[in-house]
């Protein structure tokens, strides 16, 4: 006992300072050996108690020791670990090996990185999380702790990126009972389409159950002699009740109520999609049958196994596309405001500081509409004739004045639209980001940008200009912009999940649309000889022992005689220059003739 007391580190605080639960407690206190903070085996994220040193060492053995309160919170913990382990079954005892299997597979298939950070950061998110995480406790759990160092600040970052790696891996097998369909306006084949898959989906046994799923159409098909909801009900009186319409007032007053959403179109109908589902968005599934096809990967020919498959065992994978949240703000002076019948009531003061030098700087803004947007905000000059005049401020902070046409702020989903139509480059959409893209810009030093996804853009219309201008979400709601307005664009905390048909479907779909990287017509195999085998007239081929001629086709253009022959060099069109030094001219007026 004096010799470990005698071994123990200055500082350590002794069983005298700290206040005890049990004998168990006081016992553990007196025996302590010395803490080493520089090993980065923490099991249950504490510092084990060996002294022996480690192979992966951080050199923090100088940092002092930890305070009484936490030094006490780890004896608690191991106490409470040894009681556990000794009510813990026989090792023989199936759960036993069944928990020691787990373990081992973690240790085994889990990288290395995101398993060190696992096992040595105290944040929650490493330590639980069930059908979703609770954010506002991580926050709070990682900013009060204060001995927070940049080792395990650069830990709990590479363990963040793994879990969202992993969750976007990660099959979701749930059960689909309310499928919701959305078919192309204006497009009566596609109705017939949405009965023939309305069927299916009643018809087919899920679940346990000798009928399918609810299917949710449209309330125009209500009355349509197309869709024929009278001969679909008498097909089974069950269809009355599973059959159901929906409309957009119950998809953005109840959006959970829905557990897949079907698009029956093209890129445009799942944007509108995005339209309808302002806030929570549940899973979607878009059959090509537009005449674009970025966002549509899956083939309707293959329905019944691509959702037997998503709705079956198997799951679906889903890529989460981010989107933004753009909100208008008014000025008190703004000519446009009296026109914006969306415009709030109610006055609240600016998120962001208004343009210098105007007489609206001390004033209030009048929040308008919101919007979420999965393609872009497009701010244009309008009918105006004059270029548009911009201010861009980013987290309160003034970028640039713009001097352009317009200004385009895509989400990665929308690189391959009217961004990229304005020279914006392509981006995956599983890259956070915002892109800026001008349209044609006044000076050619203003080119297309990649910003972070954690900025929020403003981009101000300043009193001094000379017009207004205006904006639109994902190419509706187009609304007038005056003098002193802006518009504040985040990253949305409301993303787009769409179900993924195959890993590498962006490039994909990037090469079946824009045919990404593909020549219009391949090369022709040249026909002058056998490659390997000589060159030119009399090439040949080498079979067995024997040689045979290759028999050249007459070709109506041909090279010069002098390239055939390969006694002399071409010497430009009409005259040539013999190798054994006789010079052979044309005369001067026949070269070009």
Known sequence: MEDRQAQTTPGTPKNGGVQHRSGALAGALAIRTPIRRDSLHRPNGFPSLDSTPRRFSTGANAIPMPAPQVFAAQVAAEVELDEKRARMPNAKDPQHLEAALNKFKFCSDTPSIARLAALTSPCYLHKRFGDAVDIDKVLEEMKGDDQLSHSRLMQTAASVREVSRQLQRRPLKRAVRNVMVITKARDNTLVSLTRQLAEWLLATP???????????????????????????????????????????????????????????????????????????????????????????????????????????????????????????????????????????????????????????????????????VLNELVIDRGPSSYISSLDLYANDSLLTRISADGIILSTPTGSTAYSLSAGGSLVHPAIPAILLTPICPHTLSFRPMLLNDDMALKVSIPST?????????????????????????????????????????????????????????????????????????????????????????????????EEVEGGSRDSGYGGTESDAGGVEREEKGRVWQ
């Open 465 to 561: 200009g000379r017009g207004g201008a205006f904006v639109s979400f994902d190419g509706k709601g187009r609304v007038e912009l005056g003098r002193g307005d802006e518009v504040v664009v985040r990253a949305s905390q409301y993303p787009f999940p769409t179900v993924m048909g195959q890993p590498l479907e962006w490039f994909d779909s990037i090469s079946r649309t824009l045919r990404w990287n593909t020549r219009a017509a391949e090369q022709k195999d040249w026909a002058g000889g056998a490659a390997g085998h000589g060159e030119g007239d009399g090439a040949e081929l080498v079979e067995g022992e024997e040689r045979r001629k290759v028999e050249e086709p007459e070709f109506d253009i041909d090279f010069a005689e």
């Open 206 to 372: 899920r679940y346990g159950k000798d009928v399918g799923v609810n299917v949710w159409v449209d309330s125009k098909l209500r009355k349509s002699k197309r869709f024929g909801v009278e001969s679909l009900v008498e097909l089974d009186p069950r269809y009355k009740d599973m059959l159901r319409f929906w409309t957009p007032a119950l998809c953005l007053e109840q959006p959970e109520l829905f557990d897949l959403v079907i698009t029956l179109g093209g890129d445009g109908t799942v944007l509108f999609n995005s339209w309808l589902f302002q806030r929570i968005v549940p899973p979607v599934l878009a059959f090509s049958l537009g005449s674009l096809g970025f966002l549509t990967n899956f083939d309707f020919e293959q329905y019944k196994h691509q959702l037997n498959r998503i709705m079956g065992d198997t799951g679906m994978r889903i890529n989460m596309r981010m989107r933004f949240t753009c909100t208008v703000y008014r000025s008190a002076a703004s000519t446009a405001y009296s026109g914006a019948s969306s415009a709030s009531l109610s006055t609240t003061p600016s998120l962001n500081s208004p343009t210098s030098g105007t007489a609206d700087t001390q004033s209030n803004k009048i929040e308008g509409e919101t919007h979420e």
